[in-house]
Nanobody, 116 residues
């Protein structure tokens, strides 16, 4: 089993940056594919970025060139560096382990608010 704790959210002006962190517990972090999802009020949950156990990444089109997902297996942590933030990036961001498997694990979420 994996437990995830996100941090790094907050309030930032448009054009600013934030780095989200997701610390994982459990012995299988190294082999887990990881993802960041987000959900804005009144909208469906959206897959934002993914990173495989081998380090391959993928992004939703709306964040390409602005967000970077990375992982540090030694620290059992996955990151989401968010630059050039826009008001439409405002959402609760969730870290997910094994996102592409029937059994997956979610963090509690961290709020990101971008003011215009």
């Amino acid at each position: 089993q994996v437990q995830l704790v996100e941090s790094g959210g907050g309030l930032v002006q448009a054009g600013g940056s934030l780095r989200l962190s997701c610390a994982a517990s459990g012995s299988n972090f190294r082999i887990n594919d990881m993802a960041w999802y987000r959900q804005a009020p009144g909208k469906q949950r959206e897959l934002v970025a993914t990173i495989t156990s081998g380090g391959s990444t993928n992004y939703v089109d709306s964040v390409k060139g602005r967000f970077t997902i990375s992982r540090d297996n030694a620290k059992k942590t996955v990151y989401l560096q968010m630059n050039s933030l826009k008001p439409e990036d405002t959402a609760v961001y969730y870290c997910v382990a094994a996102y592409n498997y029937p059994i997956n694990y979610w963090g509690q979420g961290t709020q990101v608010t971008v003011s215009s």
